[in-house]
């Protein structure tokens, strides 16, 4: 049961058994998000991290058709090098990966550029079917640079990682499966109760020893700073760059002509 009005940008339902789950709500737009969402993401994070009752997060989207299908593009075609130097959206992934308690992204249809890097954001991803993956940044003249260009190459190797960031070719539940980006993948109408399987195995277990493993498994990354502060740096470079206007106006006319 959602407990803040359903027109909100993040549903939050009822934490269950030490299970909380948010949902995006934008399904008209297919998930993507915008500043708003973002607020609202941060909002749910500034509010839920210190809560010790919280054991697992669940993140998924409103609808069937997309988990979050990346950001607003008629928001992110309008920022700038000062915006990229903010990481307004890496600054937000970044809490969801150190959300103290195990996080699972629950994803049906599209989970594209920041949708995707937001589902790279949490420790597992359990998929539907209909599910598709993929960072397509580099044809709209900019930088995967919210997490995918550390986190993909850390969860499916270097190679891989650079295939799909090069092309931005998307990959299905069957193959993002097979190259370790999905954890388990299920129909989608068995989606909700694989999460919630997996979401009560992690709960059941101590809380206290559970979010110490998490602690543990991120010092194994080793720090990222500096990378960081490139990957935003070239950021800046591509938001000032014409072609990202050129390549987000083509976008949003074709989408304007589909609509």
Avoid at 1 to 16: F, N, R
Avoid at 174 to 189: K, M, P, R
Wanted: proline letters at 3%; aromatic letters at 6%; a neutral charge.
């Amino acid at each position: 049961m959602a407990l803040v009005p359903k027109e909100a940008q993040v549903l939050v339902d009822a934490l269950h058994d030490g299970v909380l789950t948010l949902t995006l709500n934008r399904p008209d737009k297919l998930n993507a998000l915008d500043q708003s969402m973002i607020d609202a993401l941060h909002a749910a994070m500034d509010y839920y991290a210190s809560n010790p009752d919280v054991r697992v997060l669940v993140l998924t989207g409103a609808g069937n058709k997309a988990f979050a299908a990346g950001a607003d593009i008629a928001q992110l075609r309008d920022r700038r090098a000062a915006d990229a130097l903010r990481a307004i959206n890496a600054g937000l992934f970044d809490r969801v990966a150190a959300f103290p308690c195990p996080t699972i992204a629950a994803v049906r249809g599209f989970a594209l550029g920041g949708g995707c890097e937001l589902a790279l954001a949490c420790d597992l991803r359990i998929c539907g079917m209909s599910a598709k993956f993929g960072q397509p940044e580099t044809g709209l003249g900019i930088l995967a640079a919210a997490g995918a260009t550390w986190r993909l190459a850390a969860l499916i190797g270097l190679g891989r990682a650079r295939e799909l960031l090069y092309t931005g070719r998307l990959v299905d539940a069957a193959e993002a499966h097979t190259i370790g980006l999905v954890n388990q993948v299920v129909s989608d109408d068995e989606l909700s109760a694989a999460v919630a399987e997996m979401a009560g195995l992690i709960a059941r277990n101590d809380s206290l020893a559970t979010r110490l493993t998490k602690q543990a498994l991120r010092l194994v990354q080793g720090p990222e700073d500096h990378y960081r502060q490139f990957v935003s740096a070239a950021q800046a470079v591509c938001f000032e760059s014409p072609e990202k206007v050129r390549r987000m106006d083509a976008f949003l006319e074709r989408k304007k002509r589909r609509a």
